[in-house]
């Protein structure tokens, strides 16, 4: 009976740990931005932080410390929310963990500033490459915002400051956008 307690109380104090403090372990790639990103709230475990850091590791961010921009994400049993110093909470609505978190690190590094999006050609601009931004939800579609930020994301990360949206789709769950990056000057 002993150990039937004590297993109950291990598993219930490993499930509301508290915060925790992401840190991205050592990557080849160097980082193009680095933030700190506390995941906090009732519904926060460990798939949860494994998916922020994931995202994290994708995008080429650093989670780390002491970072100039930092953040808490609340994952609740409903409205989940990012709290950042200074500015108005970001509320999500219903969306996975993998959508909460590239939300939460797009507000974080700003990447709206930094790679700007239109369904426009440039022009005198450098192109990077073709990218694919995806979000797959379970019940309901994946998010188009989530979407859009992975492709940011993949255009950041190949040196690029624009992307041009060409395409939107969406099969089942599964909301993908492609279209191209450029460097523009």
């Not at 291990?10 to 980082?31: D, I, K, Y």
């Not at 108005?88 to 797009?106: H, R």
């Not at 979407?147 to 950041?156: H, M, T």
Request: glycine share 10%.
């Amino acid at each position: 009976m002993k150990v039937i307690i004590a297993s109950l109380v291990l598993a219930t104090a490993c499930r509301s740990s508290g915060p925790v403090l992401l840190q991205s372990p050592a990557t080849q790639q160097p980082a193009w931005a680095t933030v700190s990103l506390i995941i906090a709230g009732d519904e926060a475990d460990e798939d949860k932080r494994d998916s922020c850091v994931e995202e994290a590791r994708n995008a080429g961010i650093q989670l780390a410390a002491g970072a100039p921009s930092t953040g808490t994400l609340y994952f609740l049993d409903h409205d989940d929310y990012l709290e950042i110093p200074g500015m108005p909470n970001l509320v999500f609505g219903a969306m996975g963990s993998n959508a909460t978190c590239k939300i939460a690190l797009a507000r974080l590094t700003r990447i709206d500033s930094i790679v700007r999006m239109t369904k426009t050609d440039p022009t005198g601009c450098e192109p990077t490459g073709s990218v694919e931004g995806t979000d797959t939800g379970f019940f309901l579609p994946g998010s188009y915002d989530a979407a859009i930020i992975e492709a940011q994301f993949k255009v950041r990360t190949q040196g690029g400051n624009l992307f041009v949206q060409d395409a939107m789709r969406q099969l089942g769950t599964r909301v993908a956008v492609n279209g191209r990056g450029f460097r523009c000057r």
